[in-house]
């Protein structure tokens, strides 16, 4: 599987998420969080910011969903990467 130009092939991770007080944050309140955690499958041929197995946050806004031989992905562009790990 090849990710053209400016495009990265991601599986979002889910997190864990505890206050300060350590409650654990249900999954609604998740969702409420503009950023997501993914790790990197696939970046496109002129990414140059993040490689494969990278784990980053990314504007989740901006993300699109698709199913590729039965396994669900997550497709960002570049610019919506926000932190490497």
């Known amino acids: ?14 997190e864990e998420m505890e206050t300060d ?5 249900s999954s ?7 950023y997501k955690l993914g790790e990197v499958v696939t ?3 002129s ?3 993040v490689k494969k197995g990278d ?4 504007d989740k806004a901006m ?8 396994e669900k992905f997550t497709i960002i562009q ?3 990467v926000v932190v490497v790990l």
Do not use: A, C, Q, W
């Open 63 to 70: 993300s699109h969903s698709m199913v590729i031989n039965g």
């Open 28 to 34: 609604e309140d998740k969702n409420s969080f503009r």
């Open 21 to 25: 007080s350590g409650l654990l944050l």
């Open 43 to 45: 970046p496109g041929t």
């Open 1 to 14: 599987m090849k990710t053209l130009g400016s495009y990265i092939l991601i599986h979002t991770v889910e």
């Open 47 to 49: 990414v140059v910011g």
């Open 55 to 58: 784990k980053i946050y990314y």
């Open 78 to 80: 570049e610019r919506d």
